[in-house]
């Protein structure tokens, strides 16, 4: 079945995606960091916006996701909500701000529902993030899961790599994924994971799982922002698939105005103001003579 475009003016909740999960329609999820990405976003009809960590790397300049404070998270989020009104916005949970015990999970999930009007939190991993998933969800947050490839926990899993190519590996996974959902978590993003692996464990998790270089068996897709559109000019993972080359368009522009300002082509007459009638003479005489009229 394909997915149908969120509709405007109805705005898309977790039920939405649960029941785009019990109808087969595929869901659809992006990530942005800013107004006009939202704007963009909202108005392909995606069904989801993730302001995701990954900012860190794309738009803020880290080398990873693992710097990025909430501060910069929250700064982050509340512009992309500016740009929403029909997809669920998601936020990540950056590391360090959630992991220590419920009670800070709960702080700073809290946080980014008050000072940035989230509809919902992401955070990484099973073991004790399950924990805090639940406590969150007791206190009223939705909560989106994330196993497999898990961003904030690279040097754990050394490095950038897919997980559970092993059945045992695959396993521990699976295992990950079902202690989320049991936790109260209302989806899922499944990163990096072998797509038979995948259809393996699907039949085992109601939640709507999306996925991310996980195949095709998964209830949806999520890519970067700045992956989908060619504007990274960085490492491109194998499940990158570019539907635009924007990066190369957007550095010829500034190029072809950065030419035509050395040229004196730019600014021509057309872009620039012009006085009301008489009032250039009036101002050089008014120079020439600051005691004149």
């Not at 963009?40 to 080398?63: C, I, Q």
């Not at 924990?131 to 490095?159: C, F, K």
Request: glycine share 12%; aromatic share 6%; with cysteine.
């Amino acid at each position: 079945m394909s997915a149908s475009p969120a509709t405007p003016g109805s705005r898309v909740t977790v039920t939405t995606l649960a029941r785009k999960k019990a109808d087969g329609e595929p869901i659809v999820m992006v990530t942005a960091y800013d107004y006009p990405g939202a704007r963009a976003a909202e108005a392909a009809g995606v069904d989801a916006v993730l302001v995701g960590d990954s900012g860190a790397m794309t738009v803020l300049g880290y080398d990873s996701t693992v710097p990025v404070s909430v501060e910069e998270m929250l700064m982050l989020t509340a512009a992309v909500r500016r740009g929403l009104t029909t997809p669920l916005l998601v936020a990540d949970l950056p590391f360090g701000s959630y992991e220590a015990s419920d009670e800070q999970a709960v702080r700073t999930a809290q946080r980014f529902v008050k000072e940035a009007g989230c509809d919902a939190v992401k955070v990484e991993r099973g073991g004790t993030t399950a924990d805090r998933a639940r406590a969150i969800v007791a206190a009223g947050i939705p909560v989106m899961g994330h196993v497999g490839l898990t961003p904030q926990s690279v040097g754990a899993l050394g490095g950038y790599r897919a997980q559970g190519r092993t059945a045992v590996a695959a396993r521990d996974v699976h295992d990950a994924a079902i202690a989320l959902q049991e936790a109260g978590c209302f989806a899922l993003v499944l990163e990096a994971f072998p797509s038979e692996a995948t259809a393996a464990i699907m039949p085992a998790l109601s939640l709507p799982v999306i996925g991310i270089g996980a195949g095709s068996a998964t209830d949806g897709q999520v890519l970067v922002f700045h992956d989908l559109l060619g504007i990274n000019d960085g490492h491109q993972a194998r499940f990158v698939k570019r539907y635009a080359e924007l990066g190369a368009a957007i550095t010829a522009g500034i190029a072809a105005y950065a030419d035509e300002v050395r040229t004196g082509a730019y600014p021509a007459p057309e872009h620039g103001y012009a006085m009301a009638p008489g009032e250039a003479e009036r101002l050089r005489a008014m120079l020439t003579d600051p005691g004149g009229i």
